[in-house]
């Protein structure tokens, strides 16, 4: 009951904040300089030609009666169509989302595999070079931004050693049968892996890119709760019992340890989805953030609008998610 | 005997995957489909409306799948194009036009005068939102008998056949696009062009089929995969890896340390954009000394050299030397003393300089800051201290509209069709949203030329107002821009002045 009324209220506070965020990015967008308009006179116009495209986009009425009329739209399902694309602007963002989310979760598949083993090699190898050359690892990660990473990829897997694809989402001279746009799941549900490797080798560098500076952070995180967790009596007494340094690390230390890596990859992963919109670009990946980027520099408000309400939507669902797997893998909550 | 070691293992099986299992493409290998990596998304296939109908680097994507009502050549000359024949009557009230026959869209069916009378109807119609609907209703009633077209002229616009191989300028099928709707349109195109569109990945790439039936024979390529790559080191690399076979838009630097490397060659041609710096006729502005000393003060040939690696052709009006009205003996000489002459007769100089802010873009156009930064140096000289500040291209588009620029604002101009009208003219008249020169002489200068039905004088028209521009420092033309191509050698690239890169012009060496 307790469990439901907490989830009752999350929701509540989601549905709170979407309305926030739509409502300042409505207003927002329409206040800063640029409008669509501008973006699209051809040398000649004139002022009446001004005012009929402005009338057609529909933006000659006041920011507050387009918002009613925005509003209208929302609660019906319609986010408006696209001033760029021209198309309804949910199916173009819905549309586009998946190939966001299936490089975001491939980052962070490779940022735990990668940062939790660095972690566990560094406390299994604590206070010797190993350890050492993990701390410098971790620095790297970090210090270098994730455009950076993209670009020293580039270098190094797409011109020097061209083993990975520069740019896009699959190869164009591939035939698609795909139903959905979960490429990657659906390529395996089909068995057709030679798809599924293509998608891989164009997937791979941008997801890198992403999961490096945030497999430092849970290598760190991580490797910081292992060793205090180590010192614990619990754990003292199973390497007291005879058990091997990697059970006693691996199967009495790590569960409590990974606590709170859990939380702040739930955190991260937020900002994650955030850096794929500069990661897209650079890869030309077909993503949400790289329509993002368009939506800006055509000042598309409709598309803009879209775009940032489904980000904030997502945001607020992995939040949600993590506090429940938390609540779940806490014993102290779940039994609160 | 030889102890292999776990560490040769993975060594020897990482170099196995990395050689066999990835290896890309080569730019040795024989090109069988063209990989172009585009430098803009293509946002919508519908050429007549929306922003992408007016942006200018997408123009050359459109023209691999339509055609314009007029062919225009790499030169920006017209010539023959599903259009063969073109004019006005005697007393130009009406316009005649001669459709080619034997013409198919890309569906078989065939392409007729109908079609090309209901595109310019179309056009003309405020209700689809074409941007350029203001040039197309210069026609009315159109109509289509046989292969001729003939429309009456409601008012009559020196530039309406140009404007034909211009921005809108496309022929639509209007029995395909009446039975799909836009929609329908949107998501399976056709044209007459000589390539079809057989796959769009939205913000990814177009992979395009030769027409077999082209008026214009066959292309060379049967498949072109235009992939869209918008950042600049991303295109490098896609042509330095031998993923794609030709690119543009690159830095010169990066122009320069990849043309006639290994197998890849490069080509550096004009094209009709141009750089320029915005005058606004507002204080200190108002002053001709100063605006004539920032115009004297700029060594435009040492910007070109330094900062564009000599990619760049100095211009002292806003015609290029490929345009009609281009006139080479109008000049605006680099002579730093006569800025600081000018100056010190207003009461100014370097130790009490005029001071104003100048507006410029930052990564837009090649160098754009630099160019400003540097020309900001040389008025430090001479007597003007200018304060720099970067906007984006949207807030410049807005300010030009709404006559808020700051005294000085730095801008490109395209104008592929060449006229004086559409550089010159849209450029300094007053009354237009992107004129911020509003003085009544300039504007009584222009005026009459809108309408100028002889064309020699019309020419000679628009080489006063240049002359006048130039004399008064309304404006400070600074370049034309060349446009960077780097390709496979074993592709040869035509380019086209306009600075579209098309598919069909690209052959096999």
Same mark, same amino acid.
């Given at each position: 009951?307790?469990?439901?009324?907490?989830?009752?209220?999350?929701?509540?506070?989601?549905?709170?904040?979407?309305?926030?965020?739509?409502?300042?990015?409505?207003?927002?967008?329409?206040?800063?300089?640029?409008?669509?308009?501008?973006?699209?006179?051809?040398?000649?116009?004139?002022?009446?030609?001004?005012?009929?495209?402005?009338?057609?986009?529909?933006?000659?009425?006041?920011?507050?009666?387009?918002?009613?009329?925005?509003?209208?739209?929302?609660?019906?399902?319609?986010?408006?169509?696209?001033?760029?694309?021209?198309?309804?602007?949910?199916?173009?963002?819905?549309?586009?989302?998946?190939?966001?989310?299936?490089?975001?979760?491939?980052?962070?598949?490779?940022?735990?595999?990668?940062?939790?083993?660095?972690?566990?090699?560094?406390?299994?190898?604590?206070?010797?070079?190993?350890?050492?050359?993990?701390?410098?690892?971790?620095?790297?990660?970090?210090?270098?931004?994730?455009?950076?990473?993209?670009?020293?990829?580039?270098?190094?897997?797409?011109?020097?050693?061209?083993?990975?694809?520069?740019?896009?989402?699959?190869?164009?001279?591939?035939?698609?049968?795909?139903?959905?746009?979960?490429?990657?799941?659906?390529?395996?549900?089909?068995?057709?892996?030679?798809?599924?490797?293509?998608?891989?080798?164009?997937?791979?560098?941008?997801?890198?890119?992403?999961?490096?500076?945030?497999?430092?952070?849970?290598?760190?995180?991580?490797?910081?709760?292992?060793?205090?967790?180590?010192?614990?009596?619990?754990?003292?007494?199973?390497?007291?019992?005879?058990?091997?340094?990697?059970?006693?690390?691996?199967?009495?230390?790590?569960?409590?340890?990974?606590?709170?890596?859990?939380?702040?990859?739930?955190?991260?992963?937020?900002?994650?989805?955030?850096?794929?919109?500069?990661?897209?670009?650079?890869?030309?990946?077909?993503?949400?953030?790289?329509?993002?980027?368009?939506?800006?520099?055509?000042?598309?408000?409709?598309?803009?609008?879209?775009?940032?309400?489904?980000?904030?939507?997502?945001?607020?669902?992995?939040?949600?998610?993590?506090?429940?797997?938390?609540?779940?893998?806490?014993?102290?909550?779940?039994?609160? | 005997?030889?102890?292999?070691?776990?560490?040769?293992?993975?060594?020897?099986?990482?170099?196995?995957?990395?050689?066999?299992?990835?290896?890309?493409?080569?730019?040795?290998?024989?090109?069988?489909?063209?990989?172009?990596?585009?430098?803009?998304?293509?946002?919508?296939?519908?050429?007549?409306?929306?922003?992408?109908?007016?942006?200018?680097?997408?123009?050359?994507?459109?023209?691999?799948?339509?055609?314009?009502?007029?062919?225009?050549?790499?030169?920006?000359?017209?010539?023959?194009?599903?259009?063969?024949?073109?004019?006005?009557?005697?007393?130009?009230?009406?316009?005649?036009?001669?459709?080619?026959?034997?013409?198919?869209?890309?569906?078989?069916?065939?392409?007729? !005068?109908?079609?090309? %009378?209901?595109?310019? +109807?179309?056009? /003309? *119609?405020? @209700?689809?939102?074409? &941007?350029?609907? =203001?040039? #197309?209703?210069?026609? !009315?009633?159109?109509? %289509?008998?046989?292969? +001729?077209?003939? /429309? *009456?002229? @409601?008012?009559?616009? &020196?530039?309406? =056949?140009? #404007?034909?191989?211009?921005?809108?300028?496309?022929?639509?099928?209007?029995?395909?696009?009446?039975?799909?709707?836009?929609?329908?349109?949107?998501?399976?195109?056709?044209?007459?062009?000589?390539?079809?569109?057989?796959?769009?990945?939205?913000?990814?790439?177009?992979?395009?089929?030769?027409?077999?039936?082209?008026?214009?024979?066959?292309?060379?390529?049967?498949?072109?995969?235009?992939?869209?790559?918008?950042?600049?080191?991303?295109?490098?690399?896609?042509?330095?890896?031998?993923?794609?076979?030709?690119?543009?838009?690159?830095?010169?630097?990066?122009?320069?340390?990849?043309?006639?490397?290994?197998?890849?060659?490069?080509?550096?041609?004009?094209?009709?954009?141009?750089?320029?710096?915005?005058?606004?006729?507002?204080?200190?502005?108002?002053?001709?000394?100063?605006?004539?000393?920032?115009?004297?003060?700029?060594?435009?040939?040492?910007?070109?050299?330094?900062?564009?690696?000599?990619?760049?052709?100095?211009?002292?009006?806003?015609?290029?030397?490929?345009?009609?009205?281009?006139?080479?003996?109008?000049?605006?000489?680099?002579?730093?003393?006569?800025?600081?002459?000018?100056?010190?007769?207003?009461?100014?100089?370097?130790?009490?300089?005029?001071?104003?802010?100048?507006?410029?873009?930052?990564?837009?156009?090649?160098?754009?800051?630099?160019?400003?930064?540097?020309?900001?140096?040389?008025?430090?000289?001479?007597?003007?201290?200018?304060?720099?500040?970067?906007?984006?291209?949207?807030?410049?588009?807005?300010?030009?509209?709404?006559?808020?620029?700051?005294?000085?604002?730095?801008?490109?101009?395209?104008?592929?069709?060449?006229?004086?009208?559409?550089?010159?003219?849209?450029?300094?008249?007053?009354?237009?949203?992107?004129?911020?020169?509003?003085?009544?002489?300039?504007?009584?200068?222009?005026?009459?030329?809108?309408?100028?039905?002889?064309?020699?004088?019309?020419?000679?028209?628009?080489?006063?107002?240049?002359?006048?521009?130039?004399?008064?420092?309304?404006?400070?033309?600074?370049?034309?821009?060349?446009?960077?191509?780097?390709?496979?050698?074993?592709?040869?690239?035509?380019?086209?002045?306009?600075?579209?890169?098309?598919?069909?012009?690209?052959?096999?060496?």
């Amino acid at each position: 009951m307790k469990l439901l009324r907490a989830t009752l209220l999350r929701l509540l506070t989601m549905s709170v904040t979407l309305i926030g965020v739509a409502v300042v990015v409505f207003f927002v967008i329409r206040v800063v300089p640029g409008n669509p308009i501008a973006m699209m006179l051809p040398p000649g116009a004139t002022e009446d030609d001004v005012a009929r495209l402005t009338a057609l986009y529909g933006l000659d009425k006041s920011i507050v009666e387009q918002f009613v009329i925005w509003l209208g739209g929302v609660l019906q399902g319609d986010f408006g169509t696209s001033i760029s694309l021209r198309q309804p602007v949910m199916p173009l963002v819905l549309g586009r989302l998946p190939a966001t989310l299936e490089l975001a979760i491939f980052a962070l598949v490779i940022a735990v595999i990668v940062g939790g083993a660095l972690a566990l090699t560094g406390v299994r190898h604590r206070e010797t070079r190993t350890e050492t050359a993990v701390d410098v690892a971790n620095g790297v990660g970090l210090s270098i931004p994730d455009f950076l990473w993209a670009l020293i990829l580039i270098v190094l897997f797409g011109v020097l050693m061209p083993i990975f694809h520069i740019s896009g989402r699959i190869s164009p001279s591939l035939d698609l049968p795909f139903v959905t746009q979960f490429y990657v799941f659906e390529s395996v549900a089909r068995l057709r892996f030679d798809l599924w490797w293509d998608l891989l080798k164009h997937m791979f560098m941008p997801a890198l890119a992403l999961a490096i500076p945030l497999a430092a952070i849970i290598s760190q995180l991580l490797k910081q709760s292992l060793k205090e967790t180590m010192h614990l009596d619990y754990v003292t007494l199973s390497r007291t019992k005879g058990y091997s340094e990697n059970h006693v690390i691996l199967s009495e230390a790590l569960p409590n340890a990974m606590l709170p890596t859990l939380t702040l990859i739930g955190v991260q992963f937020t900002f994650l989805i955030g850096g794929t919109v500069i990661i897209e670009r650079l890869f030309s990946y077909e993503g949400l953030g790289n329509m993002a980027i368009d939506a800006v520099i055509n000042r598309d408000l409709p598309l803009i609008q879209g775009i940032v309400i489904v980000f904030a939507l997502l945001f607020t669902i992995i939040n949600l998610l993590v506090d429940m797997m938390y609540a779940v893998l806490n014993p102290r909550l779940r039994h609160a | 005997m030889t102890h292999i070691s776990r560490r040769t293992v993975l060594k020897g099986t990482t170099a196995a995957l990395a050689l066999g299992v990835f290896a890309g493409p080569a730019l040795s290998q024989a090109i069988e489909e063209l990989v172009i990596a585009y430098n803009v998304n293509l946002p919508s296939w519908d050429p007549t409306v929306g922003p992408s109908a007016v942006n200018p680097t997408i123009q050359g994507i459109y023209q691999s799948v339509f055609d314009q009502f007029i062919l225009q050549q790499p030169d920006l000359s017209p010539a023959p194009g599903l259009l063969t024949e073109w004019g006005w009557n005697e007393d130009k009230t009406k316009v005649t036009m001669t459709v080619r026959e034997g013409v198919t869209w890309h569906d078989g069916s065939p392409f007729t !005068a109908e079609d090309v %009378a209901w595109s310019l +109807t179309r056009a /003309a *119609d405020p @209700a689809t939102g074409n &941007p350029i609907q =203001f040039i #197309w209703s210069t026609l !009315a009633n159109v109509k %289509a008998e046989g292969n +001729t077209v003939t /429309a *009456d002229v @409601a008012s009559f616009e &020196p530039t309406i =056949f140009k #404007w034909m191989y211009f921005l809108t300028g496309y022929v639509l099928p209007k029995a395909y696009y009446e039975k799909v709707g836009a929609e329908g349109f949107e998501a399976a195109p056709i044209g007459t062009g000589p390539y079809m569109v057989d796959k769009f990945e939205r913000n990814a790439f177009v992979r395009l089929k030769a027409n077999p039936n082209y008026w214009g024979g066959k292309p060379d390529f049967e498949t072109v995969t235009i992939k869209f790559v918008t950042d600049a080191a991303s295109r490098v690399a896609e042509i330095e890896s031998g993923n794609s076979h030709v690119t543009l838009e690159m830095p010169y630097e990066e122009f320069d340390r990849l043309k006639g490397g290994s197998g890849i060659g490069g080509i550096a041609h004009p094209i009709s954009d141009i750089g320029m710096i915005f005058i606004n006729d507002i204080e200190p502005m108002l002053d001709p000394n100063v605006r004539k000393a920032a115009a004297h003060a700029i060594d435009k040939k040492l910007l070109v050299e330094r900062l564009l690696s000599g990619y760049g052709v100095p211009i002292d009006t806003l015609q290029t030397p490929d345009y009609l009205a281009y006139d080479p003996s109008i000049t605006v000489a680099y002579d730093p003393e006569l800025a600081t002459k000018l100056l010190a007769e207003s009461g100014y100089s370097p130790e009490n300089p005029i001071k104003f802010k100048i507006q410029t873009t930052r990564g837009f156009k090649p160098k754009d800051y630099e160019i400003i930064q540097a020309i900001v140096g040389l008025w430090r000289k001479v007597g003007i201290e200018a304060e720099i500040e970067v906007y984006e291209i949207a807030k410049h588009y807005e300010l030009r509209a709404a006559d808020q620029l700051a005294p000085a604002a730095f801008y490109n101009w395209g104008n592929s069709i060449g006229d004086p009208s559409t550089s010159t003219g849209h450029a300094m008249f007053g009354p237009t949203p992107h004129s911020v020169w509003d003085g009544q002489e300039l504007i009584d200068m222009i005026g009459p030329l809108w309408g100028e039905k002889d064309e020699d004088k019309r020419i000679a028209g628009w080489k006063a107002v240049d002359k006048h521009i130039a004399e008064n420092a309304l404006v400070i033309p600074l370049l034309q821009y060349v446009q960077p191509i780097l390709h496979a050698s074993g592709v040869a690239v035509t380019p086209h002045s306009s600075g579209a890169l098309l598919p069909h012009l690209i052959k096999r060496a």
